[in-house]
């Protein structure tokens, strides 16, 4: 494979887009919305990087370019938020990849859209799941996530059909960062599903631990019952997959209130964040609103690169 390609014409980064290629075998290619972080995986895994080059023409159709030769080996590293758009990019990127030679696919997708919906609630309903699960696996060999919103599907592989599917969690990078963050947090996971990653984090670092219940009545209405705990004047932190209204952390967030706590902050893997969810949170007396970069947003404060290139690197060069 040639070095130093350049692809011209790439608004912001003009010049080299592949400057100097340390490995032939494999090229990690990343998408302009999630760029810095798909940089920082492929220096973390010592992997060669080239972006994807996307135009969006005035009707809303995308162009997209690759460099125009490809090791056999190609990473695609695109978070899916926003993934109506998002996959067509990929559906796109995918199939250009195995034009220009590329004979194994992975996704590095830290956060993985349609997961919610893995069964029909409704008679009519698409099981989007099933569905975009099945569609991912026709473009890609094998799929790397994080903390993936799995609920009545337990294996990643039976959502999207690869090998290997991997679910990886930000636990330990969470209970890391809340260890050098505050002396003896005390935290909570807003409902049943959340325990997992709140046990998780709480049995690395000793920190004490609860979980609420939640009842949800509509995408913005959920009432959070929190358990009988001590919460007066502890640093609580309130752990979630991901925050998308923020609905449920503000419910959890104002019930603990109550309760004087020293300060309330709030760590999520994935910072969806949807309109004002922010600013809810603040006003309901949240101090600290901390997330990995599964997503790219103001509260990003934990990168993933190193759990992400460890996953890749195991994978491409299993231990014995
Ligand atoms: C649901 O089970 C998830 O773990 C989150 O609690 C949920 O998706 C958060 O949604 P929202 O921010 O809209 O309340």
Request: aromatic share 6%; proline share 5%; charged share 20%.
């Amino acid at each position: 494979m040639a070095t130093g390609l350049k692809l011209p014409g790439q608004s912001g980064d003009k010049g080299a887009v592949l400057s100097s290629l340390l490995n032939d075998d494999c090229l990690l290619i990343g998408f302009p919305d999630y760029r810095e972080a798909a940089q920082r995986l492929a220096t973390a895994a010592g992997i060669p990087y080239a972006n994807a080059l996307i135009h969006h023409f005035p009707d809303g159709e995308t162009r997209l370019r690759l460099p125009d030769s490809l090791p056999e080996s190609v990473v695609l590293c695109q978070t899916l938020d926003h993934p109506n758009s998002k996959l067509v990019e990929l559906a796109l990127a995918a199939a250009t990849a195995r034009n220009l030679g590329a004979k194994h696919i992975t996704l590095i997708a830290p956060y993985l859209c349609y997961m919610r919906q893995d069964k029909a609630f409704h008679p009519g309903e698409a099981v989007s799941q099933h569905i975009i699960g099945t569609l991912l696996s026709q473009w890609i060999d094998a799929l790397i996530t994080v903390d993936s919103h799995l609920h009545r599907v337990h294996q990643l592989k039976d959502a999207v059909p690869v090998n290997p599917a991997i679910n990886l969690n930000a636990t330990t990078v969470m209970s890391a960062f809340l260890g050098e963050q505050l002396d003896n947090p005390f935290l909570v996971g807003p409902d049943e599903e959340s325990k997992q990653w709140v046990a998780a984090i709480a049995r690395d670092s000793d920190f004490d631990y609860c979980v609420a219940r939640k009842e949800r009545f509509g995408d913005q209405q959920v009432r959070v019952s929190l358990p009988k705990a001590d919460y007066r004047n502890r640093d609580i932190v309130l752990v979630d997959d991901v925050a998308s209204t923020g609905r449920t952390l503000e419910e959890a967030t104002l019930g603990l209130a109550r309760f004087e706590p020293a300060s309330i902050s709030v760590l999520v893997t994935h910072a969806l964040f949807v309109g004002d969810a922010q600013e809810r949170l603040r006003r309901a007396g949240v101090s600290h609103i901390w997330s990995t970069d599964a997503i790219p947003h103001s509260s990003n404060a934990l990168h993933l690169d190193r759990l992400l290139a460890e996953a890749l690197s195991e994978y491409r060069y299993p231990r014995r």
